[in-house]
T-cell receptor, first 112, second 113 residues
Framework: QQKVQQSPESLIVPEGGMASLNCTSSDRNVDYFWWYRQHSGKSPKMLMSIFSNGEKEEGRFTVHLNKASLHTSLHIRDSQPSDSALYLCAASTNSAGNKLTFGIGTRVLVRP | EAGVTQSPRYAVLQEGQAVSFWCDPISGHDTLYWYQQPRDQGPQLLVYFRDEAVIDNSQLPSDRFSAVRPKGTNSTLKIQSAKQGDTATYLC???????????FGAGTRLSVL
């Protein structure tokens, strides 16, 4: 079964700092990655998705993808206390349609 | 537009009891998912449907869990004989079309004592 591995497990970032999160898939058929954010006691909400090599930026969030190594990373600049949450990486394959496999997540704490 | 609705929000059971979870997806979404999320872990897919058909239930413990979506709209997930290891939040999500965003409901938090 496809595995999605995330690192680090947890991260403490000062307010205004940069948070960097990593995600790798072990399935060579993966061709689409998603990042979801889940605040405590809430349901996951999609942040960004990426399927092309390179970089995609939306506001303070930047996602990178290296398809050869099946590695994606999420970077949050100018981190705010409201960014404190569980960040989930998910992957899907072309053959599996819209079936998303999630990693265990990276818990980010932004300290004021 | 209404989001994904789940009920109940919480359930507390003794081992061996049965429980059902209900999900109403976003109107027009053809794909519905049930995920199990243990505390401090990522969601794990149990089963998903496209319309009324089961697309993948390979991770559903079939001896105790069942899921239906008879008219391709609402769905019910049932646990016949709950175990302590079933303690988790059960999330329902829906999406439309391929490679599209999943929208999650608020979840049902299950505790099995």
């Amino acid at each position: 079964q496809q595995k999605v591995q995330q690192s680090p497990e947890s991260l403490i970032v000062p307010e205004g700092g940069m948070a960097s999160l990593n995600c790798t898939s072990s399935d060579r058929n993966v061709d689409y990655f998603w990042w979801y954010r889940q605040h405590s006691g809430k349901s996951p909400k999609m942040l960004m998705s990426i399927f092309s090599n390179g970089e995609k930026e939306e506001g303070r969030f930047t996602v990178h993808l290296n398809k050869a190594s099946l590695h994606t990373s999420l970077h949050i600049r100018d981190s705010q206390p409201s960014d404190s949450a569980l960040y989930l990486c998910a992957a899907s394959t072309n053959s599996a349609g819209n079936k998303l496999t999630f990693g265990i997540g990276t818990r980010v704490l932004v300290r004021p | 537009e209404a989001g994904v609705t789940q009920s109940p929000r919480y359930a507390v059971l003794q081992e061996g009891q049965a429980v059902s979870f209900w999900c109403d997806p976003i109107s027009g979404h053809d794909t519905l998912y049930w995920y199990q999320q243990p505390r401090d872990q990522g969601p794990q897919l149990l089963v998903y449907f496209r319309d009324e058909a089961v697309i993948d239930n390979s991770q559903l413990p079939s001896d105790r869990f069942s899921a239906v979506r008879p008219k391709g709209t609402n769905s019910t997930l049932k646990i016949q004989s709950a175990k302590q290891g079933d303690t988790a939040t059960y999330l329902c999500a829906s999406s439309f079309g391929g490679r599209s965003t999943l929208y999650f409901g608020a979840g049902t938090r299950l505790s099995v004592l």
